[in-house]
């Protein structure tokens, strides 16, 4: 389809356009951010795509998971990216990888890539995965969300902003305490994908040692600088 991206080319040019054929960008979570977050990049035509989740959906997932439906309850998150993917843009590849990211297999998985996505929904896996995209030089745009707020950085090796936002034996997001709807992932989800163009294109102002706080309730985006 040669009109695709052309959409696209009054903010990126050609030449940026045709240069994400060749970038890759893992996502860690396919559930409410890694969902939405994993078509919009499918959908700008990142060439390589991974997605990594060991979780399957449940009834739960409906309200708010873009990659969820009444068909797949019960089916990998992972695997329905890849099928999801498929359907919007056949030309990029995305490898589904059905497993959770642990010290054991996070410095195998995070190699090779331009962009890491953190898409997950706890605390102890965002430190192991910041811990070895540091390791392996990758940046990481980590995402989250609670009810009617969310956060976005973006984490350059050497950064360690994790440390700052967190405990290390803190485990469950305050999701768990004030819901999650729908448009909270959707909307951080476009945030975090904002921030992976930037880098692989060199374009724009980064989140990099700030942290974009985002409250729908009284609609107030403020950003705290961490230098």
Not at 195 to 212: D, S, W
Request: hydrophobic share 40%.
């Amino acid at each position: 389809m040669k009109n695709r991206y052309i959409k696209n080319e009054n903010m990126l040019t050609r030449e940026q356009n045709l240069s994400l054929r060749n970038k890759r960008v893992l996502v860690v979570g396919c559930g409410g951010l890694g969902g939405h977050i994993v078509d919009q990049l499918a959908r700008l035509g990142i060439g390589h795509i991974t997605a990594v989740d060991g979780d399957v959906f449940d009834e739960t997932n409906l309200n708010r998971q873009l990659l969820s439906n009444v068909d797949n309850v019960g089916k990998s998150k992972a695997l329905a990216a890849k099928e999801h993917v498929v359907r919007v843009n056949p030309d990029i590849y995305l490898e589904p990888l059905s497993v959770y990211v642990h010290e054991a297999n996070a410095e195998e998985i995070t190699k090779g890539y331009d962009v890491i996505c953190d898409a997950l929904d706890n605390v102890s896996s965002r430190f192991i995965l910041q811990k070895f995209a540091e390791r392996n030089g990758v940046p990481m745009v980590y995402g989250a969300i609670a009810g009617w707020y969310g956060q976005v950085a973006t984490i350059f090796p050497g950064d360690k902003l994790l440390e700052r936002l967190y405990r290390r034996d803190q485990d469950k997001g305050v999701e768990q305490n004030v819901g999650n709807p729908s448009f909270t992932p959707a909307l951080v989800a476009s945030i975090q994908v904002a921030e992976v163009l930037k880098i692989l294109t060199g374009k724009g102002t980064l989140l990099r040692n700030r942290l974009l706080v985002v409250n729908t309730f009284e609609q107030e985006f403020e950003v705290l600088d961490f230098i």
